[in-house]
């Protein structure tokens, strides 16, 4: 994993305590513990994802769209390849890869399992809060990319 920082602000103390963040979060994600990864979040936070036309918004509504994606692609798991800190905000790089072999709750409706891998960069950029927990967080990924590998062209 590589890390840099960035700006003003970011001290050793709090960038080691960001890159943390981000480990100790992935290690629940590749855990498959929805309410571990989920648990890094404020109560109010607030997520900007792609696939949604709104932002996911509350701890309760992250939970429920990570744990869609832990039913449907048992072996997901991403790696961590870039993490980059400034002040209160993280950013982080990662692949990240998966089946489908179960169904995927989508905005538009449920996907049934289509036994297709998925294999996708993905990026979020976070800002936490005085508490430490991720308050706001934007993620990209190519989202055409994904639907094309679980052959939703």
């Given at each position: 994993?590589?890390?840099?920082?960035?700006?003003?602000?970011?001290?050793?103390?709090?960038?080691?305590?960001?890159?943390?963040?981000?480990?100790?979060?992935l290690s629940?994600f590749?855990?498959?513990?929805?309410?571990?990864?989920?648990?890094?979040?404020?109560?109010?936070?607030?997520v900007?994802?792609?696939?949604?036309?709104?932002?996911?918004?509350g701890r309760?509504a992250?939970?429920?769209?990570v744990?869609?994606?832990?039913?449907a692609?048992?072996?997901?798991?991403?790696?961590?390849?870039?993490?980059l800190?400034?002040?209160?905000s993280?950013?982080?790089?990662?692949?990240?890869t998966?089946?489908?072999?179960?169904?995927?709750?989508?905005?538009?409706?449920?996907?049934?399992?289509?036994?297709?891998?998925?294999?996708?960069?993905?990026?979020s950029?976070?800002?936490?809060?005085?508490?430490?927990r991720?308050?706001?967080?934007?993620?990209?990924y190519?989202?055409?990319a994904?639907?094309?590998?679980?052959?939703q062209?």
């Amino acid at each position: 994993m590589t890390t840099s920082t960035e700006g003003t602000g970011a001290d050793a103390a709090g960038r080691t305590s960001l890159e943390q963040l981000v480990r100790d979060q992935l290690s629940a994600f590749n855990s498959h513990d929805a309410t571990g990864f989920t648990a890094f979040y404020a109560d109010d936070a607030v997520v900007v994802d792609p696939q949604y036309p709104e932002p996911l918004r509350g701890r309760a509504a992250i939970e429920e769209d990570v744990a869609a994606f832990f039913t449907a692609m048992p072996d997901l798991r991403a790696t961590v390849t870039n993490v980059l800190t400034a002040g209160e905000s993280v950013a982080a790089e990662m692949d990240v890869t998966g089946t489908q072999t179960g169904p995927l709750a989508l905005p538009d409706g449920e996907l049934p399992a289509t036994g297709r891998r998925i294999d996708q960069k993905f990026a979020s950029f976070s800002r936490v809060d005085a508490q430490g927990r991720i308050a706001e967080e934007h993620r990209y990924y190519d989202l055409a990319a994904i639907q094309a590998q679980l052959g939703q062209e």
